[in-house]
């Protein structure tokens, strides 16, 4: 079992909604925590770098120069 915060579930959701969809950090920030307080856009890569560590550093790959992709096994 792996457990995740609220909002790494959110990115997760977001990114596993749109399997090859790339989100910028940006894009994915508005969409899971633009009404949170102790976030901000530039603490999504950490966020995914927490994912990663979770669930595995495949499951999420880094378009550089535009953003994130869930890419399934």
Do not use: C, N
Request: overall charge positive; cysteine-free; proline content about 4%.
């Amino acid at each position: 079992m792996v457990t995740l915060t609220p909002m790494e579930f959110d990115i997760l959701l977001l990114l596993a909604r749109r399997p090859g969809q790339v989100f910028s950090a940006r894009q994915i920030y508005e969409a899971v925590a633009a009404d949170s307080f102790d976030a901000s856009w530039t603490g999504i890569s950490s966020m995914v770098y927490k994912l990663r560590r979770k669930l595995g550093a495949s499951i999420i790959e880094t378009v550089r120069g535009h953003g994130y992709r869930f890419t399934p096994e």
